[in-house]
């Protein structure tokens, strides 16, 4: 959550950085500000809300210079006001400090810094840092900010400029991520490549404990003992165009789109088709171990933990190894029963969620292999987990997560199929799940082509306050995706849960003003589930019906029917799950909302 962008080099900074910012506005967008420093002096803007306010303000302003530093801020700690956005500032306003990530013991600091003087203007925890560097201060930047940091406890990606020191910025990471952008008499610091794409392709990702000095033609990166680092510099694949809205109105839309690709991506060069297997290069190292795992563990937050559970179905059903999925978020706080025969899945888009970061740590410790299924490269769920296979779904930018989760479906019957095969899975099923896995780009592309029908489907409904999605089986965990779906980006009150659950409570509710979406593919529980329909029906509530193509007899129970293309049930989810998130879009959209930045919510929870 939140954003930083840095420049040192020979242009104008503040273009540079205010684009960056743009790219990274979906990471947190209820407060921005930027510092510039030239000719020995720190200039500085903020503005509440969204970066066009910011630049409003910036334009005819007439100050600029060659460094600078700016952030997007998701408030944590104080509201979204002027004083509380970054940068922060030093008692003198020679020191600016952006920065991501919850400084725990900062009220115990800035007692002790008011003590000496020191005058606080917001009520952030980010404020103590500027005040703490001021206080070490002898000259020497890198060294003031590494001892300020070996004062604080918490998490931080930060940025750091001063006017005293106009060529450098200082760097530092523990627990937020940030990446240098090494470019040609230019350099960037961001806690986002897509905030540099457009200018260098060639970043380094700082490790927790590294501190980096950079310079517009060198950086030198040392850990918090003063130990030079041998650093790697990663070329990032995914161009700027991707991470672009690509004429569509929104990245949501754009992201729905890609999907068949998504799984064209997901799964290229990895099916074995002769051998009803599958290669995935990240698990390699780790195969062997992988026959001898007895349980597995899923680990992830919201829409991953969605995709997680349908793992969970696969996982049982075709590799036989029993597996569970836990909240990320509650993970350590109970006493999991994990050994050296458990493997951990952490799924994560973003890599950085801190939750799920945090649960992977705790089975690390505990002797458990780490797995990760993350999308974004580099990321440090990416490199702290034993080995992982990554999603190829290219950067999703949009709060919602849609394509990720396809490929996080994909991915996961990718590892079945290898798990499957491994033990008792036969080598006709290893093929025929494939050869449904290369049918699905086609399938949902004929979803896409029929958008225009739950775009009407969407209009009729976007006035209803409440909404019920149910399914059961693999399109059980659909039912809580889809009402996520619609929750979080149109702000009406949704809730998913198992078919067979509704009668034990939440049957109460309905009557002919509470929706309710049905996932009921043609499947094993089909009938199951249209039992519970005709309860709904039986209270006069609006049913929308989701299920097989040319299922006509679903007509005569529902009030309105979307269909998708038959498919192997294990599979099922990566065509249902497309028109849920159409519908979403859609109803958002009627109601005029901000469909990519939704309120309250930012792309990637990297805070407790
Ligand atoms: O980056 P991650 O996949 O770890 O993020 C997990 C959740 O925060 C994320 O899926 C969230 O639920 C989405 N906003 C849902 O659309």
Same mark, same amino acid.
Request: proline letters at 3%.
């Given at each position: 959550?939140?954003?930083?962008?840095?420049?040192?080099?020979?242009?104008?900074?503040?273009?540079?950085?205010?684009?960056?910012?743009?790219?990274?506005?979906?990471?947190?967008?209820?407060?921005?500000?930027?510092?510039?420093?030239?000719?020995?002096?720190?200039?500085?803007?903020?503005?509440?809300?969204?970066?066009?306010?910011?630049?409003?303000?910036?334009?005819?302003?007439?100050?600029?210079?060659?460094?600078?530093?700016?952030?997007?801020?998701?408030?944590?700690?104080?509201?979204?006001?002027?004083?509380?956005?970054?940068?922060?500032?030093?008692?003198?306003?020679?020191?600016?400090?952006?920065?991501?990530?919850?400084?725990?013991?900062?009220?115990?600091?800035?007692?002790?810094?008011?003590?000496?003087?020191?005058?606080?203007?917001?009520?952030?925890?980010?404020?103590?840092?500027?005040?703490?560097?001021?206080?070490?201060?002898?000259?020497?930047?890198?060294?003031?900010?590494?001892?300020?940091?070996?004062?604080?406890?918490?998490?931080?990606?930060?940025?750091?400029?001063?006017?005293?020191?106009?060529?450098?910025?200082?760097?530092?990471?523990?627990?937020?991520?940030?990446?240098?952008?090494?470019?040609?008499?230019?350099?960037?610091?961001?806690?986002?490549?897509?905030?540099?794409?457009?200018?260098?392709?060639?970043?380094?990702?700082?490790?927790?404990?590294?501190?980096?000095?950079?310079?517009?033609?060198?950086?030198?990166?040392?850990?918090?003992?003063?130990?030079?680092?041998?650093?790697?510099?990663?070329?990032?694949?995914?161009?700027?165009?991707?991470?672009?809205?690509?004429?569509?109105?929104?990245?949501?839309?754009?992201?729905?789109?890609?999907?068949?690709?998504? @799984? !064209?991506? +997901? *799964?290229?060069? /990895?099916?074995?088709?002769?051998?009803?297997?599958?290669?995935? $290069?990240?698990?390699?190292? &780790?195969?062997?171990?992988?026959?001898?795992?007895?349980?597995?563990?899923?680990?992830?937050?919201?829409?991953?933990?969605?995709?997680?559970?349908?793992?969970?179905?696969?996982?049982?059903?075709?590799?036989?190894?029993?597996?569970?999925?836990?909240?990320?978020?509650?993970?350590?706080?109970?006493?999991?029963?994990?050994?050296?025969?458990?493997?951990?899945?952490?799924?994560?888009?973003?890599?950085?969620?801190?939750?799920?970061?945090?649960?992977?740590?705790?089975?690390?410790?505990?002797?458990?292999?780490?797995?990760?299924?993350?999308? @974004? !490269?580099? +990321? *440090?769920?990416? /490199?702290?987990?034993?080995?992982?296979?990554?999603?190829?779904? $290219?950067?999703?930018?949009? &709060?919602?997560?849609?394509?990720?989760?396809?490929?996080?479906?994909?991915?996961?019957?990718?590892?079945?199929?290898?798990?499957?095969?491994?033990?008792?899975?036969?080598?006709?099923?290893?093929?025929?799940?494939?050869?449904?896995?290369?049918?699905?780009?086609?399938?949902?592309?004929?979803?896409?082509?029929?958008?225009?029908?739950?775009?009407?489907?969407?209009?009729?409904?976007?006035?209803?306050?409440?909404?019920?999605?149910?399914?059961?089986?693999?399109?059980?965990?659909?039912?809580?995706?889809?009402?996520?779906?619609?929750?979080?980006?149109?702000?009406?009150?949704?809730?998913?849960?198992?078919?067979?659950?509704?009668?034990?409570?939440?049957?109460?509710?309905?009557?002919?003003?509470?929706?309710?979406?049905?996932?009921?593919?043609?499947?094993?529980?089909?009938?199951?589930?249209?039992?519970?329909?005709?309860?709904?029906?039986?209270?006069?509530?609006?049913?929308?019906?989701?299920?097989?193509?040319?299922?006509?007899?679903?007509?005569?129970?529902?009030?309105?029917?979307?269909?998708?293309?038959?498919?192997?049930?294990?599979?099922?989810?990566?065509?249902?799950?497309?028109?849920?998130?159409?519908?979403?879009?859609?109803?958002?959209?009627?109601?005029?909302?901000?469909?990519?930045?939704?309120?309250?919510?930012?792309?990637?929870?990297?805070?407790?």
């Amino acid at each position: 959550m939140c954003g930083i962008v840095g420049y040192i080099g020979k242009k104008d900074a503040e273009n540079t950085l205010i684009e960056g910012l743009k790219r990274l506005e979906y990471r947190g967008y209820d407060s921005s500000g930027i510092a510039l420093v030239q000719n020995k002096k720190m200039f500085s803007e903020k503005a509440i809300g969204k970066i066009i306010n910011l630049e409003e303000k910036l334009s005819g302003k007439k100050f600029s210079g060659n460094v600078g530093i700016c952030h997007t801020r998701w408030a944590t700690h104080g509201k979204p006001t002027k004083e509380n956005a970054h940068p922060h500032f030093s008692c003198d306003g020679d020191i600016a400090v952006v920065h991501n990530g919850i400084i725990e013991n900062y009220q115990t600091l800035r007692d002790d810094l008011k003590k000496k003087g020191h005058k606080f203007l917001s009520e952030t925890d980010s404020e103590v840092l500027p005040h703490l560097i001021e206080d070490f201060y002898k000259g020497d930047l890198r060294e003031a900010v590494l001892k300020a940091l070996k004062c604080v406890q918490g998490t931080y990606g930060i940025a750091v400029v001063s006017s005293k020191n106009p060529d450098e910025m200082i760097a530092a990471r523990k627990g937020s991520p940030l990446v240098l952008g090494v470019g040609n008499g230019e350099n960037f610091v961001a806690s986002d490549v897509a905030a540099i794409l457009g200018y260098t392709n060639q970043v380094v990702y700082l490790n927790d404990g590294e501190i980096a000095r950079v310079a517009s033609d060198d950086f030198q990166i040392t850990d918090m003992d003063n130990q030079q680092i041998k650093c790697e510099i990663n070329k990032i694949e995914w161009s700027l165009e991707e991470s672009q809205k690509g004429g569509h109105e929104h990245f949501m839309l754009k992201e729905i789109l890609e999907q068949p690709k998504v @799984v !064209v991506d +997901s *799964t290229r060069g /990895r099916l074995l088709p002769d051998e009803g297997s599958v290669k995935l $290069g990240g698990l390699e190292e &780790v195969e062997e171990d992988l026959r001898k795992i007895e349980k597995i563990i899923i680990v992830a937050c919201g829409t991953a933990r969605y995709a997680g559970l349908v793992g969970e179905y696969m996982l049982e059903e075709y590799a036989e190894i029993p597996t569970e999925v836990e909240f990320a978020s509650e993970f350590r706080y109970r006493k999991p029963i994990v050994d050296e025969r458990t493997a951990i899945i952490a799924i994560s888009q973003s890599g950085e969620t801190a939750d799920t970061l945090a649960a992977i740590r705790e089975a690390k410790r505990k002797g458990a292999l780490t797995l990760g299924i993350v999308n @974004v !490269v580099g +990321s *440090t769920i990416a /490199r702290e987990t034993d080995a992982g296979v990554y999603n190829h779904a $290219g950067p999703e930018i949009a &709060v919602a997560s849609t394509k990720a989760f396809t490929s996080q479906l994909t991915v996961l019957a990718l590892i079945t199929i290898l798990l499957g095969r491994q033990r008792n899975m036969s080598l006709d099923t290893g093929k025929k799940i494939i050869e449904e896995l290369e049918a699905l780009p086609e399938k949902i592309e004929i979803i896409l082509k029929n958008k225009v029908d739950i775009k009407k489907l969407s209009e009729k409904y976007s006035k209803y306050s409440d909404f019920m999605y149910l399914g059961r089986k693999y399109c059980f965990p659909l039912a809580e995706e889809g009402a996520l779906k619609l929750k979080e980006i149109s702000y009406i009150h949704s809730e998913g849960f198992p078919a067979g659950e509704m009668k034990h409570g939440s049957i109460a509710l309905i009557d002919e003003d509470f929706p309710v979406v049905c996932v009921a593919p043609k499947d094993s529980v089909y009938e199951k589930n249209i039992s519970n329909v005709e309860e709904i029906r039986a209270r006069k509530g609006k049913i929308i019906i989701l299920t097989t193509q040319g299922n006509k007899e679903a007509e005569k129970v529902a009030d309105d029917i979307i269909y998708i293309p038959d498919a192997l049930e294990m599979l099922t989810p990566i065509l249902a799950v497309v028109p849920l998130q159409l519908f979403a879009y859609y109803v958002s959209s009627f109601r005029g909302l901000d469909v990519d930045k939704p309120r309250n919510l930012a792309k990637s929870v990297t805070v407790e």
